[in-house]
């Protein structure tokens, strides 16, 4: 069963910046195409950030040009940079499969923008 730890979340102000990580625990992991999803409460999961095994990368409007997603395959980890965080980007944060059946969600990192 494949394991996915989200952390780095925290408590921040508007413009501040945070670094999530997403480590996963399946072997082949280079071959995948990850995503970054959010939740915020009231509102359903949203897809915010996606990078292909190709390191190709795409990004909801609402993140473009400050939020960057990345990976390390070697550690199997992928990560999320965040800057010019604002209030509505405050969510719960996962990680997971961009495409096809996602895996067992993970516990996900809770990013709160607030000033």
């Known amino acids: 069963q494949v394991q996915l730890v989200e952390s780095g979340g925290g408590s921040v102000q508007p413009g501040g910046s945070l670094r999530l990580s997403c480590a996963a625990s399946r072997s082949l992991f280079s071959i995948l195409s990850m995503g970054w999803y959010r939740q915020a409460p009231g509102k359903q999961r949203e897809l915010v950030a996606t990078i292909t095994s190709g390191d190709n990368t795409n990004y909801v409007d609402s993140v473009k040009g400050r939020f960057t997603i990345s990976r390390d395959n070697a550690k199997k980890t992928v990560f999320l940079q965040m800057n010019s965080l604002k209030p509505e980007d405050t969510a719960v944060y996962y990680c997971?499969?961009?495409?096809?059946?996602?895996?067992?969600w993970g516990q996900g990192t809770q990013v709160t923008v607030s000033s």
């Open positions: 997971n499969k961009a495409t096809g059946a996602p895996y067992s």
